[in-house]
């Protein structure tokens, strides 16, 4: 009955063919979805570090202080936008007796 399931080899009927498996891929040189995430992250961190190693040497901030004056300027451009739409707010007339 397991003839009729799975092939045999000819000439040794106890003996079955191989059929390829997980490890047998990763022997044959393939790489684990796993482990080519890893990979991925690690060329990232590295591209990451040499931005910032480059940065600093042009302004000479470390990473969190540059990410510190990024945010300060980031909070002045929204309060001078904001500034702007209360002045014209009030130039602008409206309401009922804005006729």
């Known amino acids: 009955m397991s003839d009729l399931l799975l092939p045999t080899i000819p000439g ?3 003996k079955r063919p191989k059929t390829p498996t ?3 891929k990763q022997k044959q040189g393939q790489k684990s979805p796993a482990h080519k995430h890893a990979a ?8 990451r570090g040499m931005g910032n190693l480059v940065l ?3 302004d000479g ?3 969190s ?3 510190d004056r990024r945010r300060t300027e980031e909070r002045k451009q929204i309060l ?4 702007q739409n209360v002045r014209h707010c009030h130039l ?3 309401g009922p007796d804005s006729n």
């Open 12 to 14: 040794n009927p106890q």
């Open 22 to 24: 997980s490890n047998s």
């Open 40 to 47: 991925t992250l690690s060329v990232i961190k590295v591209a």
């Open 56 to 58: 600093s040497w042009r």
């Open 61 to 63: 901030l470390a990473e």
């Open 65 to 67: 202080e540059r990410e």
């Open 80 to 83: 001078a936008v904001r500034m």
């Open 92 to 94: 602008v007339p409206f």
